[in-house]
């Protein structure tokens, strides 16, 4: 799900369990806050780096895929933000047909 105010990945721990994706716990808390600026309770982990495959679109990025380990409000067991999806030029993610047209190769 595209995520306009989120600024980092997220993962519900369901989804996290279900794929074995392991999780790490931070050794400094970091304060999480919903785009209202109310802290969201987490238990501050977060997954190891991961690669993002969607269609015919890969990236890898050492400095940005780790995914918060969180439950996201509604059904949804992933959050992409805005940011990364205007990063890599995706197209259709106000109608529901997310692509990725323009991406150049390097991701």
């Not at 990945?9 to 790490?24: D, K, M, Q, W």
């Amino acid at each position: 799900m595209l995520d306009l105010g989120s600024t980092s990945f997220a993962i519900s721990p369901e989804a996290a369990l279900a794929f074995a994706i392991p999780a790490v716990k931070r050794t400094k808390p970091v304060q999480t806050k919903d785009v209202s600026g109310r802290e969201i309770v987490t238990e501050g982990l977060f997954t190891v780096l991961l690669g993002l495959s969607y269609g015919n679109h890969r990236s890898f990025d050492e400095e940005d895929h780790a995914f918060k380990v969180l439950k996201p409000s509604g059904d949804c067991d992933a959050l992409i933000p805005a940011w990364y999806l205007e990063k890599h030029k995706a197209r259709g993610t106000t109608t529901s047909h997310l692509h990725f047209l323009h991406c150049s190769g390097q991701c």
